[in-house]
């Protein structure tokens, strides 16, 4: 018997029991002693039924998603699956927990299936880049009917054990917590009643019913547009319709041929990357595992602006009071509006409840005082990317605020230690960067000071996870890891469009690549005055910069979607960017100024512009220790700029593409185009001589 998998009669059911932490994942040690169990559980003449639970936090939650890549061990779960469900006895499987991939399909191997009401069941795979590749785009169908099928398996959405019962996923539903107990009991009852061996294969109703449906090609159509660019969605379609057209061996070999197909696919590989960096970025290099954190039970937030109410949503979404504070009365009516109004369109879409947005609402405090800040765990300061201002509310925070109060900054490119060095606390300060809008973007750049203590930096890692966002710390510079990058994108952008190229052919370059938006669609979402004023404050501090086309749609109110008017024209209500003529001659107006002749611009000298020069910053990046490892990098674009998680991060997608090829472009453009950004990084360098990757790092 394998230590992870055990087997033990109790009365007349053979009990199964799997112990495999963290999350009982099907991995080789776990699919063997399965096999073994239940073949000890078959000889076992006194066990009438036999049940299968597992320990711990959770039912099996899937394949082991370390082991893809690598030659799958014999037995694979399909055969161990077979195994279970062409047992002369009735196997009952017992969820608690999250039931997933593998392990919903494992339980879906068995005969019955009794589940926790806190149970959540699904089938994710289609989120690694796959499809459910042991039965479940057979089985499941026969269960519940080919729609329901359909969506679950191509959203990769998890039920909830209620709904499960509902949909015929599960026999039973019970408001227990002890899994074993209510495990033992329906095995009983399946025992007492001498109900049959019953294979979710035999059971043909919900197939008759959609024979010859032409639902499988109006669902391909649906997807397209939620799918665009994916691979394994269309798969996925393909092996659930096998289960209406092929019998169910010639379905399972059709479901394997797919699976296979997927696991092939780069996108597999960015999407399992990105599935375990988003979890690796918790665990900081050099902050140890068990730093203490410090308990954050009230929040301060100054400026009741887009970024502060986003941001106060986040703790009142967890049930953390907040106060937001405020120069001006009307400034914090306006922002507790915008809040509201947020809060009322979730309810709308059914995501909250009515109470729940009263709930909120009544956690979030305004004041126009700074007093009310004097008991608060965390402030984080939400105004004006302006240095003296931040310096001078720092100087005040460090005036009222409690020893030991976290003091954060909220801005997206200025140097966390000199605004420490406005306050006496220099330990307790640090960056924490929403990305706007905050209550929605999952990233949260936290900026570490030079002075920062360990126990700030692992608290606001700590406070990422409370309030659902993915955080990840980064050192301080300009812009620190995402804008610094994003600067860079901007930067080539633009001179592609002075040199010929449309705002609209460099977008699509962008969108093709898999960016929910392009640059210039996403300057106009963020209004592209904000970039203006920036411009301008460098400036008046006596730097020279650049003339630009943009200055001159701020300078004629065009400022983005705000004025239905920027790079693109918006229509009422719409969102969606038109070219606008206008700002065409406009950009010829400023060629002509500049003595510049516009030419035609290749679609792939614009992906290796924009693309490429991210990539060499975030190789210095790297150089720096700004961020600590390369999927640190890919984590920040994935979360915080919607690059595409199929490709796994610009890092991982340079390491698919070749950095050799990589250094080859940015050497090319440093001739062509010059600057600093085209300065090729030392790290790409030696990396490209050693034949290395970023991942070796
Ligand atoms: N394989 C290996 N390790 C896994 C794992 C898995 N399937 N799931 C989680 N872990 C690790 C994770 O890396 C972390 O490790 C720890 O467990 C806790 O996870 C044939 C082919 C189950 C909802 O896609 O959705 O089955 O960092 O931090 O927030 O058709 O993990 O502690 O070292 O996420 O409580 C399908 C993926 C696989 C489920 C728990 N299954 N996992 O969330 O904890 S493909 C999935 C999750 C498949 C079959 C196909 C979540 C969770 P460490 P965590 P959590």
């Not at 959770?58 to 055969?79: H, N, V, Y």
């Not at 902050?287 to 602006?305: C, E, F, H, N, Q």
Request: net charge negative; charged share 25%.
């Amino acid at each position: 018997m394998s230590e992870v998998v055990s087997y033990r009669r109790q009365g007349v059911i053979g009990v199964i029991t799997v112990n495999y932490p963290p999350v009982n994942a099907l991995g080789h040690a776990v699919r063997s002693g399965l096999l073994a169990a239940l073949e000890q559980g078959q000889a076992d003449a006194d066990a009438k039924v036999l049940l299968l639970l597992c320990e711990g936090r959770t039912f099996m939650a899937g394949a082991d998603i370390r082991e893809f890549g690598k030659p799958m061990q014999a037995p694979g779960l399909p055969q161990v699956i077979d195994a279970y469900e062409n047992c002369r006895k009735p196997v009952v499987a017992a969820i608690h927990g999250t039931a997933l991939g593998g392990g919903l399909e494992t339980a879906l191997g068995c005969h019955y299936r009794v589940a926790l009401a806190s149970a959540k069941l699904g089938l994710p795979e289609v989120k690694l880049g796959l499809l459910p590749g042991a039965g479940g785009t057979q089985r499941l169908p026969r269960l519940t009917g080919a729609q329901k099928a359909l969506e679950l398996i191509t959203s990769g959405d998890f039920v909830a054990a209620p709904q499960a019962l509902a949909l015929g996923i599960v026999d039973a539903v019970d408001a227990g917590d002890d899994i074993k107990a209510v495990g033992l009991a329906f095995a009983q009852s399946v025992a007492d009643e001498g109900k049959p061996v019953r294979r979710v294969r035999d059971l043909s109703d919900k197939v008759e019913a959609a024979k010859g449906s032409d639902m499988f090609e109006q669902f391909r159509a649906g997807l397209a547009k939620k799918a665009r660019g994916l691979f394994s969605p269309f798969k996925c379609v393909d092996a659930v319709e096998a289960a209406f057209t092929l019998s169910f061996d010639d379905g399972m070999k059709r479901e394997r041929e797919l699976f296979t197909e997927c696991m092939a696919s780069p996108q597999r590989a960015g999407l399992i990357h990105a599935f375990f960096a988003e979890r690796e970025v918790a665990k900081v290099p050099g902050l140890a595992k068990d730093t203490p954190v410090r308990d954050i039970d009230s929040v301060g937030i100054i400026g009741a602006g887009t970024m502060g109410g986003g941001i106060a949503m986040n703790f009142a979404n967890v049930g953390i009071p907040v106060t937001m504070v405020e120069v001006k009365q009307e400034a914090l009516d306006k922002g507790l509006a915008i809040i509201r109004r947020n809060y009322e369109n979730s309810a709308k879409k059914g995501r909250i409840s009515q109470a729940q947005v009263e709930e909120r609402m009544a956690l979030i405090n305004t004041s126009l005082s700074y007093d009310d800040f004097k008991d608060v765990d965390l402030v984080i300061e939400a105004v004006f990317e302006n240095m003296a201002i931040k310096k001078e509310i720092f100087a005040k925070l460090d005036e009222v605020c409690k020893p030991g109060a976290i003091l954060a900054s909220n801005t997206s490119t200025l140097d966390i230690d000199e605004i420490a060095s406005a306050t006496q606390r220099p330990e307790d300060v640090v960056g924490m960067h929403f990305f706007s809008p905050a209550n929605v973007m999952k990233l949260l750049e936290n900026v570490r000071g030079s002075k920062t203590s360990a126990e700030v930096k692992a608290t606001v890692m700590a406070v990422a996870k409370t309030i659902n966002k993915v955080g990840v710390l980064v050192g301080n510079c300009h812009g620190f890891v995402g804008n610094r990058m994003l600067h860079k994108r901007g930067a080539e952008a633009m001179a592609l469009v002075n040199e010929g190229a449309s705002p609209q052919q460099v977008d699509k370059v962008l969108t093709d690549l898999g960016y929910p938006m392009g640059q210039f669609a996403m300057s106009d979402l963020a209004g592209i005055d904000v970039g203006y004023r920036i411009r301008e404050e460098r400036r008046k501090a006596g730097e020279t910069v650049e003339a630009s086309w943009m200055d001159k749609l701020v300078e004629q109110g065009r400022l983005g979607q705000k004025t239905q008017a920027g790079v693109y024209k918006y229509e009422d209500g719409s969102r969606t960017p038109i070219v606008d003529p206008v700002v065409e001659q406009i950009i010829a107006d400023f060629r002509a100024e500049q003595g510049i002749t516009p030419r035609a611009i290749s679609d792939q000298e614009i992906l290796e512009r924009c693309m490429y020069v991210m990539i060499n910053e975030g190789a210095k990046i790297l150089e720096e220790g700004i961020a600590d490892r390369a999927l640190d990098v890919d984590v920040v674009w994935i979360y915080g700029y919607g690059f595409p998680a199929y490709r796994g991060g610009p890092m991982f997608w340079a390491d698919q593409l070749g950095l050799d090829t990589i250094l080859a472009a940015v050497k090319t453009y440093q001739d062509r185009v010059g600057g600093a950004q085209w300065q090729p990084s030392p790290l790409l360098e030696k990396l490209v001589s050693e034949g290395k990757t970023f991942a070796d790092l």
